[in-house]
């Protein structure tokens, strides 16, 4: 083992311990509305860094996250619904569905691998599309699944949505998943699977020539950043304890895109830092909207930060790369090198 | 079911296909020059249609004066938004710029929001234009009929622009060939700002009608317009002005029958079956009606 490795796996683990105790003693110091905070910005890391492996990994411009997230949220949602609520609020499920109420985890996992078939499954035909051909054929995507869902009362209670879900999200729910997805995420950057998407990204017919399969390759990773965003889904539903259509928009589509574009597309540790600054900066807005009844100004300073990162730095924090002290070795590139810029 | 009704129905589809095709023009036509999707294109509805309500609260003004203000205050828009966000852009690859359009899409939105606040607002127009026709089995309003005509002289107006005038030879060279156009001696940049000026100017006009029709509007009305007429666009085959007229017509017919000829429990995912017809369009025939095949889509 290279010292590097060693030095790597010490603070891996002492990350992992210090985030433990530091969610120990948050969990007995914090109070809800802050802990909430909390488990909102686990959710949008695992958003963010999910979305990066579609969009900055292999360059797929999908905005069709939020519809793998309402996927995973539902069938968690009325995976974990009491019977008692169940037999209320759905009276029309098919009965081998009325009868089953199940832990989260699996619940979890099975909406999470729920969103990854549905994505699989779209990508078939979608997948072919290029560029903002294919962010506007997710989008399309989106709007579909919101009107099924908004539409299917017999699985989804319509627009009133499902609530009173138990409130099972906490942190010791939220930050392993985040953890399970950063890793998962640097896996695939760091292996050849992860490089072939790098190298669909960068260069298509080249990958091709390479003897990569564009096509596997590219439902593979649509499929699990689906797969992560069904699980955020879930997790999401069962932290404000409600899901209704309405939630899972275009506007969180943005959202979750700038978060990956102010983080720079392509690295994780920038997807991370996005998500964090971005909804945190929501936070600061919300009282502030507020107090002063300007609402929509959280938005429009979004939107402006958005546009001046495009200007200005349009390779986001940190461009595709991670900072050198996580890097595998020395030397060892962590993304592409100075950015270029495509011209017509 | 008889045949007034679908006749009824072929006019209301017209009339909604009329604002589609307006909207989905300037945007087809930015797509053309700059390869841009402008998703902030259905915004500028919602401004002119804002322009339109602020301007008929002055009594004094005559409808045609406000219908010209609407135009230039759409154009204006448009200009700003291009100056603003979108030429500083210019050269960086293509989903940028789609991001970029999608932040301005929703600084406007909670612009007005913020502004304007979100509560809808009644929009009435003079009480001659809400009078009924009875043609036959077919009726409409005024206001319909004056919406179907404006585009049509709208429309007429465009194509002698782009292929009468010398700014109009200045934009198609330059959606053929930037750099060349360029190196012949064309302000391009005055040829891009022309384009965003008259397409936006005809979505202004748009937000006009759509209040007229409808009768409310609130600062989240572009929303729908905007995304109908890039589909509408895609139909005709983006870049193309004669396309994304054919496919705001087609559009609006096939909205309006779908959800008049099938039972109304379908009439709930009209937006569904309009967004399948969009991936299905793109998959099978990626450049449209009427669009050349000169770039990959799929």
């Not at chain 1, 609530?163 to 760091?190: E, R």
């Not at chain 1, 895109?257 to 600054?277: F, H, K, L, Q, R």
């Not at chain 2, 852009?89 to 406007?108: C, D, E, K, N, Y």
Request: proline share 5%; charged share 10%; with cysteine.
């Amino acid at each position: 083992m290279m010292p590097n490795d060693n030095r790597r796996l010490i603070l891996l683990l002492f990350a992992i311990a210090a985030g433990a105790a530091g969610i120990g003693l948050m969990r007995g110091m914090l109070n809800d509305y802050l802990l909430s905070i909390f488990n909102f910005v686990g959710i949008y890391i695992i958003l963010a860094v999910s979305l990066n492996i579609t969009n900055g990994f292999t360059g797929l411009f999908s905005l069709g996250h939020p519809a793998f997230m309402a996927i995973g949220g539902y069938v968690t949602a009325i995976l974990t619904l009491p019977l008692m609520r169940k037999s209320m609020f759905l009276p029309d499920l098919p009965a081998w569905l009325a009868v089953v109420e199940l832990p989260l985890l699996p619940a979890l996992v099975i909406g999470g691998m729920l969103a990854a078939l549905t994505a699989m499954l779209i990508g078939l035909p979608v997948l072919r599309l290029r560029g903002h051909y294919l962010a506007v054929a997710t989008m399309g995507f989106l709007i579909i699944v919101q009107v099924l869902i908004t539409n299917g009362d017999r699985f989804t209670r319509g627009p009133l949505g499902l609530n009173g879900l138990p409130a099972m999200t906490t942190l010791w729910w939220v930050y392993p998943w985040v953890l399970l997805t950063i890793y998962t995420a640097w896996k695939i950057k760091f292996s050849s699977f992860g490089r072939s998407l790098l190298a669909i990204r960068e260069n298509e017919m080249a990958a091709q020539a390479l003897g990569i399969n564009l096509f596997f390759s590219r439902i593979g990773a649509l499929a699990i950043g689906a797969f992560f965003a069904g699980i955020a889904g879930g997790l999401w539903a069962h932290l404000i304890t409600a899901i209704t259509p309405g939630s899972f928009s275009l506007i969180m589509a943005f959202y979750i895109v700038v978060m990956v574009v102010v983080g720079g597309s392509g690295s994780i540790t920038g997807s991370i830092a996005g998500a964090i600054i971005v909804s945190l900066l929501t936070e600061v807005f919300r009282p502030i909207e507020e107090a002063l009844n300007v609402y929509g100004m959280g938005e429009v300073v979004m939107a402006l930060i958005l546009i001046l990162i495009l200007v200005f730095r349009p390779e986001g924090l940190f461009g595709d790369r991670e900072p050198a002290i996580f890097s595998p070795r020395p030397n060892f590139p962590t993304g592409r090198a100075p950015n270029k810029i495509k011209g017509e | 079911m008889n045949s007034g009704y679908v006749l009824q129905q072929i006019v209301n589809g017209l009339i909604l296909g009329s604002m589609y095709a307006l909207v989905a023009i300037g945007f087809s036509m930015i797509y053309g020059i700059i390869r841009l999707i402008n998703f902030a294109h259905g915004d500028i509805v919602m401004i002119g249609a804002f322009a339109t309500l602020g301007l008929m609260q002055l009594k004094q003004v005559p409808f045609f004066v406000i219908a010209l203000a609407v135009l230039g205050c759409g154009a204006m828009v448009g200009m700003v938004i291009e100056r603003g966000a979108f030429r500083p852009m210019r050269g960086a690859p293509q989903v940028t710029g789609f991001i970029a359009s999608l932040a301005v899409s929703i600084m406007i939105q909670n612009l007005g929001i913020l502004f304007l606040t979100a509560q809808p607002r009644n929009f009435s127009f003079p009480a001659y234009m809400q009078r009924l026709i009875h043609w036959g089995p077919v009726s409409f309003r005024v206001v319909d009929a004056a919406i179907i005509v404006t585009t049509v002289l709208l429309m007429l107006m465009l194509l002698a622009i782009v292929y009468r005038t010398r700014l109009g030879v200045a934009m198609r060279a330059t959606a053929e060939n930037m750099d060349v156009a360029r190196l012949m001696g064309i302000n391009i940049n005055r040829a891009i700002w022309a384009t965003f000026a008259i397409g936006s100017a005809l979505a202004g006009i748009a937000g006009l009608m759509w209040g007229g029709k409808f009768g409310q509007i609130d600062p989240l009305l572009g929303y729908v317009p905007g995304l109908k007429a890039f589909i509408a666009a895609v139909i005709g085959g983006v870049g193309s002005i004669s396309g994304a007229m054919l496919g705001g017509f087609l559009l609006g017919l096939a909205e309006v029958l779908f959800v008049g000829l099938l039972p109304p429990i379908y009439a709930a995912y009209r937006d569904a079956f309009v967004f399948s017809t969009l991936i299905v369009m793109l998959l099978l025939l990626p450049n449209g009606l009427l669009g050349r095949a000169s770039e990959e889509r799929a």
